[in-house]
């Protein structure tokens, strides 16, 4: 079974930065693959990011590419995202996603308000 953390969340005033990590347990984390997801209040969960196992491809939502950097150390089991240029429409929880063939798992999401 997997346990996602995540941390990192925070308020920032537009145009700040936050990097948000999540912690996996109980699987080989170089195995898996990493996805950063938001939902704001009241629209659907979104994707925001993804990183192969090795780190060697990575994705972006067209919203944050140039803006955000997805990364992961494989020998610490965490995935980073590193949030810049935030802007007041990032506003809302990121969940870190885990898959591995068919079986994903989420983490229990961190806030991020992005306000002045």
């Known amino acids: 079974q997997v346990q996602l953390v995540e941390s990192g969340g925070g308020w920032v005033q537009p145009g700040g930065s936050l990097r948000l990590s999540c912690a996996a347990s109980?699987?080989?984390?170089?195995?898996?693959?990493m996805s950063w997801y938001r939902q704001a209040p009241g629209k659907e969960r979104e994707l925001v990011a993804t990183?192969?196992?090795?780190?060697?491809?990575?994705n972006y939502a067209d919203s944050v590419k140039g803006r955000f950097t997805i990364s992961r150390d494989n020998a610490k089991s965490t995935v980073y995202l590193q949030m810049n240029s935030l802007k007041p429409e990032d506003t809302g929880v990121y969940y870190c996603?885990?898959?591995?063939?068919?079986?994903?798992?989420w983490g229990q999401g961190t806030q991020v308000t992005v306000s002045s």
């Open positions: 990183i192969t196992g090795d780190g060697g491809n990575t």
């Open positions: 109980g699987f080989t984390f170089s195995s898996l693959m």
């Open positions: 996603k885990a898959q591995w063939v068919f079986r994903v798992y």
